[in-house]
């Protein structure tokens, strides 16, 4: 496996598999579900990111929008590592995460598929894009934890 | 006479920055003389305008003053006409605030288009739900184009407004001026016009078109970022409140409240101005009139045309205005985002613009949301629109994503 993603040939195919076919990719009409709008002046993306959380579990998260590849595939990637995690273990991974985007150390183990986006930082300019979707499930997550 | 080299050698950007920009609808490379004004200023005339009794101040007023008169002549107008702001969207709002606000009525009528800039709508948004007004809007062809026509049918008694760019930044057509002046006048409409991507391009000639107001921005044609130009009819300046009140727009005022103002432009500009960026949108000014604004919009049609016919023979491109005259061009690659195709072109050299410019034409008459923009001016080349062509043809999802690796 960690060979595999070493491949620069298969993360780019990764990339493309998830801005294709998104997983998650359809908004729910469920009230338990938090909802987060997320469309930033600077970057066109336009994406809405859905999470039920109950207890200390992330029960599913889901997205909608138009975006392009980065923020496509970067969200979808999201939504399969964190869907079934606890919050602390999605906490872990959101910071490696934002680590790798941030060229800081990081752990590719916990990262999994998501490594395939450690080349954004080449263009800087679309940081925002592989984040958008990162960012919003993060805002999910404080403010649930900041209402308890 | 044109010379392309030796107008590209004016441009340290060009030098300096190594890529095709192709972005100048959003703004424009600086040429040496610009930059040696501003720098000038700094250097060797630091002081303030209107105010102080020694050389320094009165001559950079003085050339302040001049700055007045080169813009002036460069549409057309009377000094006293010329108010400097800090760039479009500031003359715009001027317009709406101390104009719209104070003139217009409950049912009066705002007539624009669906394609209009934000800084040509927004501020008679705020108008409208202070005055109780309301915006009607023309009714655009299936190109994004407003004809004479329409814009005949959509006229009527309570329009007291006619809000329109001149050229529109997301479809580069021109409107005709004159005509849509004519128009509105007979029915004692005012014409505010956004000159933002038309000033910079084509020859205006304010007492010609009969415009009524004219906002354009200094960065957008080879002048300083901070400055920009309102152009009003005097008589309607006079009329006309400012939305800001300050050192040197008054006359007198005393402690019961009274102010005189003085008489427009200044009234218009309290505060001290961005001096060198007046200065730099002089040097600016004289500078496209040394090579002739007619020149300029020549050569641009004439690159215009040219990529317009390589990017229509590209099989994987939908382009959106092929028939405008200007140089802005809106397209989408077949299949792939606008941002990630504008992201690929960087990496090939080419600076263009992506963006939902303006969603609501585009997406309800050329139905995309987003799209990629290449604006032209006089100092591309041939050759870039072949490079930027080439790199066309190799946008693909997959070279998209590639630029990552």
Redesign the interface.
């Given at each position: 496996m960690t060979s595999l993603l070493n491949d620069p040939q298969v993360l780019r195919e990764l990339i493309m598999d998830h801005y294709q076919y998104p997983r998650h990719h359809a908004l729910k009409e469920d009230t338990s579900y938090a909802s987060v709008h997320m469309a930033s002046d600077s970057c066109i993306d336009d994406i809405t990111v859905q999470s039920k959380i109950e207890g200390d579990l992330i029960q599913d998260i889901c997205f909608d929008g138009v975006a392009c590849t980065i923020a496509t595939a970067s969200t979808s990637m999201m939504t399969e590592l964190l869907v079934g995690k606890t919050i602390d273990e999605a906490n872990l991974i959101i910071d490696n995460y934002y680590a790798m985007i941030d060229e800081k150390e990081y752990d590719p183990e916990i990262l999994q598929e998501a490594i395939a986006l450690k080349g954004v930082s080449k263009q800087a300019n679309r940081i925002k894009c592989a984040t958008i979707g990162w960012k919003a499930i993060r805002q999910m997550i404080d403010e649930r934890e900041n209402a308890k | 006479m044109f010379d392309i080299n030796k107008i590209r050698a004016d441009f340290p950007m060009i030098q300096n920055a190594k890529v095709a920009y192709m972005d100048n609808a959003a703004t424009t490379f600086k040429p040496q003389c610009v930059i040696d004004a501003v720098t000038n200023y700094y250097t060797h005339q630091t002081s303030n305008v209107h105010r102080g009794d020694y050389d320094l101040s009165y001559q950079v007023s003085k050339e302040y003053e001049d700055a007045r008169v080169a813009v002036a002549e460069f549409i057309h107008a009377e000094p006293k006409e010329i108010i400097f702001t800090s760039g479009a969207s500031m003359s715009l709002n001027l317009v709406a605030y101390g104009y719209g606000r104070k003139f217009l009525k409950k049912g009066d009528v705002i007539l624009s288009t669906e394609a209009e800039h934000a800084s040509n709508i927004l501020p008679w948004f705020k108008v409208c739900e202070e005055v109780g007004a309301v915006i009607e809007y023309i009714p655009l062809s299936n190109e994004g184009e407003m004809t004479i026509e329409a814009f005949k049918g959509a006229m009527h008694d309570k329009v007291k407004i006619v809000a329109m760019a001149e050229v529109s930044n997301v479809m580069g057509y021109i409107q005709p001026m004159k005509e849509i002046c004519q128009i509105a006048h007979e029915y004692g409409a005012l014409v505010v016009c956004d000159g933002a991507q038309s000033v910079p391009h084509v020859p205006i000639d304010v007492k010609d078109s009969g415009v009524d107001f004219l906002g354009f921005s200094g960065h957008k044609m080879c002048g300083p970022t901070g400055v920009g130009v309102l152009y009003g009819r005097f008589d309607l300046l006079q009329q006309m409140d400012p939305f800001m009140l300050g050192g040197g727009s008054n006359a007198r005022f005393d402690i019961c409240g009274n102010i005189l103002l003085k008489d427009a432009p200044y009234k218009f500009e309290a505060g001290t101005p961005a001096i060198e960026a007046v200065l730099g949108l002089k040097a600016a000014v004289e500078y496209l009139r040394s090579i002739g604004m007619k020149n300029i919009y020549e050569y641009e049609h004439e690159l215009r045309v040219y990529a317009s016919k390589k990017l229509q023979e590209l099989d994987n491109i939908t382009f959106y205005n092929p028939n405008a005259s200007t140089g802005i061009l809106t397209f989408n690659v077949n299949g792939v985002?606008?941002?990630?195709a504008a992201?690929f072109l960087?990496?090939k050299g080419i600076a263009v613009r992506?963006?939902?410019h303006c969603a609501k034409i585009l997406i309800e008459l050329i139905e995309a949301?987003?799209t990629i923009r290449c604006s032209l001016y006089f100092y591309n080349t041939k050759e870039e629109v072949d490079q930027f062509i080439e790199a066309c043809k190799e946008t693909t999802?997959?070279n998209?994503?590639?630029?990552?690796?």
């Open positions: - | 985002f606008a941002q990630d992201s960087n990496t992506s963006g939902n949301s987003e999802v997959e998209c994503v590639g630029i990552f690796f």
